[in-house]
């Protein structure tokens, strides 16, 4: 009888944390703001397990200067971010039925579910923790550029949030975040001294392939989807016009860029290896 009453009573707050998740937390009007806190504290917990778990199996780690173990942790949570926002980035843009052309209900343009909605609350979360890591160890986790890269991706994410304007072309944006990961562990190979070795050379091609589909191409097939469908971004508010057409061509420009430098760098690795 006392395990029955136990198990009756763990059901009861079962119940009713569900129903407290479902009615508020996860409510549509409160969706954009817990999925902020969600992401921004999502940041932390992965910056305090990184660090915890990489004290104990990496011995580089504690080898390294303060500002190196703090990059180390943030490279995680951009990991952890970018493998989280490409997954639902390519699942919505390519195998959901969400932004299809046959759905002809309403406007591409403003199509949104709660689960689009909650994916771009949690990358909103991250872009604040990161950009605030970024300002206060200025310029040691990155110059203007990458300040520039990340207040025109949180301006344009939070607005597409917000607004449920353009995801579409949001999340299309965010497949580049595809490329993280191989730039991250590039540079963990580097801080541990396997710049010479041949997974350093296989990353440098992947990241090569991966740049080249994710930031260069696929922004080029964004504008020509955007070139085909024209007449309903002009029925957007002038403020989301600007952020589908402005913020993907400063990023797309800031790509060639950097692609150009992941070009020059994979050429000197072959020289050297040749």
Not at 75 to 84: K, L, P, Y
Not at 103 to 109: D, F, K, V, W
């Amino acid at each position: 009888m006392l395990d029955s009453k136990e198990i009756m009573k763990f059901k009861s707050y079962q119940n009713q944390a569900n129903l407290f998740v479902k009615e508020y937390l996860l409510a549509d009007p409160l969706i954009p703001y817990t999925s902020i806190i969600g992401g921004f504290f999502a940041c932390k917990m992965v910056s305090d397990l990184t660090q915890l778990f990489s004290t104990v199996y990496f011995k580089t780690y504690s080898s390294l200067t303060k500002i190196q173990r703090i990059e180390w942790n943030n490279r995680a949570i951009s990991t952890i971010h970018a493998i989280f926002i490409t997954a639902m980035s390519l699942y919505l843009v390519f195998c959901s039925d969400l932004y299809s052309d046959n759905q002809a209900a309403e406007l591409i343009t403003d199509r949104s579910t709660s689960m689009s909605t909650f994916a771009l609350g949690v990358s909103v979360g991250y872009f604040i923790a990161d950009l605030g890591m970024i300002c206060w160890f200025f310029p040691s986790l990155g110059g203007y550029e990458y300040v520039i890269h990340h207040l025109f991706s949180l301006v344009a994410v939070a607005y597409s949030m917000l607004s449920g304007e353009g995801q579409l072309y949001t999340y299309m944006v965010l497949i580049s975040e595809t490329t993280t990961p191989g730039i991250n562990l590039r540079w963990y190979l580097d801080i541990a001294g396997m710049k010479r070795s041949k997974a350093y050379l296989i990353n440098g091609v992947v990241i090569f392939i991966a740049w080249l589909v994710a930031r260069i191409l696929l922004f080029v097939y964004m504008f020509y989807h955007v070139y085909l469908h024209f007449d309903q971004v002009e029925q957007m508010h002038n403020f989301g016009q600007i952020l589908v057409i402005v913020v993907p061509l400063v990023l797309s420009i800031m790509n060639l860029v950097w692609f150009s430098k992941i070009i020059k760098g994979l050429r000197k690795t072959l020289a050297k290896r040749q």
